[in-house]
Protein backbone atom coordinates (compact mmCIF):
# COMPACT_ATOMS: atom_id res chain seq x y z
CA UNK A 1 0.00 0.00 0.00
CA UNK A 2 1.26 3.76 -0.53
CA UNK A 3 0.75 4.85 2.98
CA UNK A 4 3.55 2.72 4.23
CA UNK A 5 5.83 2.88 1.53
CA UNK A 6 8.69 4.80 3.25
CA UNK A 7 7.69 3.00 6.33
CA UNK A 8 10.20 0.14 8.41
CA UNK A 9 7.92 -3.04 8.51
CA UNK A 10 9.36 -3.70 12.03
CA UNK A 11 9.93 -0.14 14.11
CA UNK A 12 7.18 2.17 12.27
CA UNK A 13 9.85 4.99 11.57
CA UNK A 14 10.23 6.55 8.38
CA UNK A 15 13.02 5.09 6.65
CA UNK A 16 15.21 6.92 3.56
CA UNK A 17 17.60 4.10 2.86
CA UNK A 18 15.22 0.98 3.25
CA UNK A 19 16.05 -2.69 2.38
CA UNK A 20 13.15 -5.05 0.84
CA UNK A 21 12.33 -7.86 3.07
CA UNK A 22 11.26 -10.00 0.35
CA UNK A 23 14.53 -9.61 -1.87
CA UNK A 24 17.50 -8.39 0.14
CA UNK A 25 19.88 -11.10 1.43
CA UNK A 26 22.35 -10.40 4.02
CA UNK A 27 25.49 -12.11 5.45
CA UNK A 28 25.22 -13.84 9.15
CA UNK A 29 27.12 -16.63 10.77
CA UNK A 30 28.99 -16.56 7.57
CA UNK A 31 26.81 -17.08 5.09
CA UNK A 32 24.19 -15.73 3.28
CA UNK A 33 20.28 -15.45 4.47
CA UNK A 34 17.18 -13.33 3.41
CA UNK A 35 16.12 -11.00 5.67
CA UNK A 36 12.64 -12.31 5.21
CA UNK A 37 14.06 -15.70 6.60
CA UNK A 38 15.64 -13.74 9.72
CA UNK A 39 12.81 -11.71 9.91
CA UNK A 40 10.40 -14.96 10.37
CA UNK A 41 13.10 -16.86 12.82
CA UNK A 42 12.49 -13.74 15.54
CA UNK A 43 9.32 -13.73 15.01
CA UNK A 44 6.87 -14.97 17.87
CA UNK A 45 4.49 -17.09 17.14
CA UNK A 46 1.49 -15.28 17.99
CA UNK A 47 1.71 -12.92 14.75
CA UNK A 48 1.01 -13.57 11.80
CA UNK A 49 3.72 -15.19 9.50
CA UNK A 50 5.13 -12.52 6.62
CA UNK A 51 3.37 -11.87 3.49
CA UNK A 52 4.19 -10.51 0.38
CA UNK A 53 0.84 -10.16 -0.78
CA UNK A 54 -0.43 -8.21 2.85
CA UNK A 55 -0.76 -4.59 2.55
CA UNK A 56 2.03 -3.43 5.82
CA UNK A 57 5.34 -2.14 4.72
CA UNK A 58 7.48 -4.72 2.80
CA UNK A 59 10.73 -3.03 3.78
CA UNK A 60 13.17 -2.40 6.71
CA UNK A 61 15.21 0.19 7.98
CA UNK A 62 19.15 -0.63 8.71
CA UNK A 63 18.93 -0.06 12.48
CA UNK A 64 16.58 -3.03 12.30
CA UNK A 65 18.12 -5.04 10.46
CA UNK A 66 21.29 -4.98 12.93
CA UNK A 67 18.96 -5.47 15.83
CA UNK A 68 16.84 -7.80 14.02
CA UNK A 69 20.46 -9.70 12.84
CA UNK A 70 21.50 -9.97 16.36
CA UNK A 71 18.25 -11.36 17.46
CA UNK A 72 18.79 -14.19 14.64
CA UNK A 73 22.63 -15.24 15.83
CA UNK A 74 21.55 -15.14 19.24
CA UNK A 75 18.51 -17.63 17.83
CA UNK A 76 21.43 -19.57 16.32
CA UNK A 77 23.63 -19.94 19.37
CA UNK A 78 20.60 -20.95 21.35
CA UNK A 79 19.52 -23.55 19.13
CA UNK A 80 23.43 -24.81 18.78
CA UNK A 81 24.09 -24.93 22.35
CA UNK A 82 20.71 -26.94 22.94
CA UNK A 83 21.44 -29.15 20.52
CA UNK A 84 24.41 -29.79 21.85
CA UNK A 85 23.55 -30.19 25.70
CA UNK A 86 21.14 -32.74 24.56
CA UNK A 87 23.75 -34.72 23.34
CA UNK A 88 25.71 -34.72 25.98
CA UNK A 89 22.64 -35.33 27.92
CA UNK A 90 21.88 -38.69 26.12
CA UNK A 91 24.80 -39.90 26.19
CA UNK A 92 25.05 -39.53 30.39
CA UNK A 93 22.27 -41.40 30.39
CA UNK A 94 23.46 -44.42 28.33
CA UNK A 95 26.32 -44.25 30.43
CA UNK A 96 24.15 -44.86 33.55
CA UNK A 97 21.93 -47.08 32.26
CA UNK A 98 25.41 -49.05 31.09
CA UNK A 99 26.86 -48.86 34.50
CA UNK A 100 23.53 -50.18 36.03
CA UNK A 101 23.54 -52.92 33.67
CA UNK A 102 27.17 -53.94 34.58
CA UNK A 103 26.58 -53.78 38.34
CA UNK A 104 23.30 -55.79 38.11
CA UNK A 105 24.92 -58.35 35.86
CA UNK A 106 27.73 -59.20 37.71
CA UNK A 107 27.36 -62.09 40.69
CA UNK A 108 28.06 -60.80 44.41
CA UNK A 109 30.40 -62.82 45.49
CA UNK A 110 30.79 -63.26 48.96
CA UNK A 111 34.46 -62.92 50.43
CA UNK A 112 35.38 -65.20 53.56
CA UNK A 113 35.52 -63.13 56.97
CA UNK A 114 39.13 -64.76 57.47
CA UNK A 115 41.84 -66.10 55.12
CA UNK A 116 42.23 -70.02 54.25
CA UNK A 117 45.88 -70.26 54.95
CA UNK A 118 45.17 -70.81 58.30
CA UNK A 119 43.03 -73.44 58.90
CA UNK A 120 44.98 -75.35 60.05
CA UNK A 121 45.82 -73.44 63.28
CA UNK A 122 42.12 -72.32 63.77
CA UNK A 123 41.48 -76.31 63.37
CA UNK A 124 44.17 -76.98 66.56
CA UNK A 125 42.68 -73.79 68.55
CA UNK A 126 39.04 -74.51 68.02
CA UNK A 127 36.96 -76.17 70.72
CA UNK A 128 33.31 -76.27 70.59
CA UNK A 129 32.94 -73.67 73.37
CA UNK A 130 35.32 -70.92 71.95
CA UNK A 131 34.77 -69.05 68.95
CA UNK A 132 36.26 -68.85 65.81
CA UNK A 133 38.58 -66.17 65.88
CA UNK A 134 41.47 -65.03 63.76
CA UNK A 135 43.56 -61.93 64.16
CA UNK A 136 45.40 -60.14 61.71
CA UNK A 137 48.04 -57.70 62.51
CA UNK A 138 49.26 -55.32 59.74
CA UNK A 139 53.49 -55.13 59.60
CA UNK A 140 54.86 -52.12 58.59
CA UNK A 141 57.97 -53.57 56.94
CA UNK A 142 55.73 -55.92 54.37
CA UNK A 143 53.57 -53.33 53.86
CA UNK A 144 54.26 -52.85 49.92
CA UNK A 145 52.04 -49.30 49.31
CA UNK A 146 49.34 -47.16 51.11
CA UNK A 147 46.93 -48.78 49.32
CA UNK A 148 48.09 -52.84 49.35
CA UNK A 149 48.61 -53.58 52.97
CA UNK A 150 49.29 -57.16 53.93
CA UNK A 151 47.79 -58.94 56.48
CA UNK A 152 49.54 -61.65 58.45
CA UNK A 153 47.78 -64.28 60.69
CA UNK A 154 48.14 -64.16 64.13
CA UNK A 155 47.86 -67.34 65.86
CA UNK A 156 48.60 -65.79 69.78
CA UNK A 157 46.32 -63.12 69.90
CA UNK A 158 42.20 -64.16 71.66
CA UNK A 159 39.80 -61.38 71.07
CA UNK A 160 38.97 -58.97 73.57
CA UNK A 161 35.63 -58.70 75.68
CA UNK A 162 33.97 -56.55 72.86
CA UNK A 163 34.70 -58.86 70.21
CA UNK A 164 37.59 -56.99 68.65
CA UNK A 165 39.55 -59.64 66.93
CA UNK A 166 41.59 -57.66 64.29
CA UNK A 167 44.76 -55.93 65.11
CA UNK A 168 46.67 -52.86 64.14
CA UNK A 169 50.26 -53.74 64.24
CA UNK A 170 51.61 -50.58 64.52
CA UNK A 171 49.50 -49.26 67.69
CA UNK A 172 47.88 -52.83 69.18
CA UNK A 173 44.17 -51.17 68.02
CA UNK A 174 41.44 -53.90 67.91
CA UNK A 175 38.97 -53.49 65.38
CA UNK A 176 36.16 -55.68 64.28
CA UNK A 177 36.89 -55.89 60.43
CA UNK A 178 39.81 -55.69 57.99
CA UNK A 179 38.54 -52.67 56.22
CA UNK A 180 38.35 -50.62 59.25
CA UNK A 181 41.92 -51.61 60.44
CA UNK A 182 43.12 -50.93 56.86
CA UNK A 183 41.52 -47.87 57.18
CA UNK A 184 42.76 -46.78 60.45
CA UNK A 185 46.05 -47.55 59.44
CA UNK A 186 46.00 -45.32 56.18
CA UNK A 187 45.07 -42.44 57.62
CA UNK A 188 46.56 -43.01 61.30
CA UNK A 189 49.66 -43.91 60.47
CA UNK A 190 50.28 -43.23 56.65
CA UNK A 191 50.52 -46.88 55.21
Not at 95 to 110: E, I
Amino acid sequence: MEIFESCCRTCGSECLEALNIFEEKVTVLNKQVTLLDIVATCLPSSLPSLNENDDYPKQICRICVKKVILAYEFHDTWITAHAEFNVALKFEQRRKRSLASRTQAKPKVDYPAYPTRGDAIEDAHQTDDSPNTVVFKIEPETAPSSTDVALELLTDATPTKDGTSIKCGFCEERFHTTKACRFHCRFVHGV
